[in-house]
């Protein structure tokens, strides 16, 4: 059964319509979604601990994560990794 067409701003309405199943929120859905379509979602050069602050900065910026701005290094891991 074919997906719904969820517009432009939707990148990947498979990948999101999978989450929306999941019971995730239409901005958790979307931001993921849109990043896995990206490509910042697959980090194969190593962990997020390898990566510079500005990489782990960028990050968080494509999923939303709010206050990045004020995070050091260790907070924009934690929260990479709590969303």
């Known amino acids: 059964m074919p997906g719904h067409d969820h517009g432009p701003q939707i ?9 929306r199943d999941e019971g995730n929120s239409k901005e958790k859905s979307a ?12 980090h194969r050069g190593g962990t997020l601990e390898s990566r510079s602050k500005d990489q782990l900065y960028d990050e968080a910026r494509e999923i939303g994560i709010e206050g990045r701005s004020k995070m050091d290094k260790d907070k924009l891991i934690e929260a990479i990794r709590d969303h």
Do not use: F, S
């Not at 990148?11 to 989450?19: A, F, G, P, T």
């Open 11 to 19: 990148k990947n309405d498979e990948l999101y319509e999978k989450l």
């Open 31 to 42: 931001r993921i979604a849109n990043a896995q379509a990206e490509g910042t979602l697959d």
